[in-house]
């Protein structure tokens, strides 16, 4: 096969021999999305990162309604929801969470069992849907649900040129592609022949990631596990 420009670089035996314009295609639609959702799902598992917290106030609860969909969060979706809360009045009630088993020993009634009465509890049913109990009463008020919790945000793209990632830690994102593209170039499977590569960016991502932990364990006042 021959290199066309700089097309050889980050071409694998799959990709060399394919025309220019196949290979400006797979590159585009095919090989940086997987990068990206790569080097950004690995970052965001590895980095509790402040800047990704959200807290979403726009849903009320419903009387006599067990059921409640997470809002959509500005900017993706939900990851990690850490708090809910009931806020009547002004004054907020923080709910228990506990297991969807137990929210229908506790309340398996869809009717509130006063008409005052102001959720304590909730349980996860899906990753965007939940169950109180007990269920608001319809006298208890406007009952707003305060969301908060970390977002998986939109992932890099043609549309979406900035992320808080590509904007904060451009060398950690570059470093976690790197692995992937590493991996890509030798068909993951033959790495083991030359692993120097995928080793150097490894132990660089690992260096870099460190130095982040740091620098958000400082914005946030809690240490992060290195």
Not at 2 to 28: C, W
Not at 59 to 85: A, H, K, M, Q
């Amino acid at each position: 096969s021959q290199a066309m420009g700089d097309f050889y670089q980050i071409s694998n035996q799959t990709t060399l021999g394919k025309p220019e314009r196949v290979i400006l295609h797979e590159l585009a639609q095919e090989i940086l999305p997987q990068v990206i959702e790569y080097a950004e799902s690995r970052i965001h598992r590895d980095l509790e990162i402040i800047g990704l917290v959200r807290r979403d106030t726009s849903s009320s609860l419903t009387p006599n309604d067990r059921d409640f969909t997470l809002p959509t969060p500005s900017g993706g979706t939900w990851d990690v929801v850490s708090e809910i809360n009931v806020i009547i009045s002004a004054v907020r009630t923080p709910l228990v969470k506990v297991s969807l088993a137990a929210m229908n020993m506790l309340w398996p009634q869809e009717s509130a069992p006063s008409a005052a009465s102001v959720p304590v509890y909730y349980a996860p049913v899906t990753d965007t849907a939940i169950i109180v109990g007990p269920p608001l009463g319809a006298s208890a008020g406007t009952a707003t649900v305060e969301v908060v919790g970390t977002i998986t945000p939109n992932a890099l793209s043609a549309s979406n040129t900035t992320t808080y990632l590509s904007t904060n830690y451009p060398e950690l994102l570059l470093a976690a592609s790197m692995i992937f593209i590493s991996g890509y170039q030798r068909n993951f499977g033959s790495q083991a022949d030359n692993p120097q590569q995928a080793q150097s960016w490894t132990a660089q991502y690992a260096a870099l990631l460190e130095s982040a932990k740091r620098n958000e364990s400082m914005k946030s006042g809690f240490p992060q596990t290195v």
